[in-house]
């Protein structure tokens, strides 16, 4: 298993923006599926945003859809993701997961994770 590297996150209010980098050291990040999940107090990771490798589809939680936007340099082996108008709601952890070939929303799918990077949004 890879630790993926995560930087970014904070805390901001209502309305404001984030962005989320990862990086997979180790890894050709072409060939994988990108997933990005958040995990309440409590609760099991859920998808956010999964986008297949090579340039493939991307699909999106209806929650944040028109507001959160994950996007790859693959060569930078980095996974970028930017939040916008964020809400209370939004206040989670937030992971990056690498799967070869395939995105899917379910976490136990994908064999490497980041450490997670905690996002607040207050009102």
């Known amino acids: 298993q890879v630790h993926l590297v995560e930087s970014g996150g904070g805390s901001v209010q209502s309305g404001g923006s984030l962005r989320l980098s990862c990086v997979a050291p180790g890894l050709t990040l072409e060939h994988y599926g990108l997933g990005w999940f958040r995990q309440y107090p409590g609760k099991e990771r859920e998808a956010v945003a999964w986008m297949t490798n090579y340039g493939g589809r991307t699909e999106y939680k209806d929650s944040v859809k028109g507001r959160f936007t994950i996007s790859r340099d693959d060569a930078k082996n980095t996974v970028y993701r930017q939040m916008n108008d964020l809400g209370p709601e939004d206040t989670a952890i937030y992971f990056c997961?690498?799967?070869?070939?395939?995105?899917?929303?379910?976490?136990?799918?994908?064999?490497?994770w980041g450490q997670g990077t905690q996002v607040t949004v207050s009102s």
């Open positions: 997961g690498a799967r070869f070939a395939i995105a899917t929303m379910y976490a136990d799918e994908y064999e490497h």
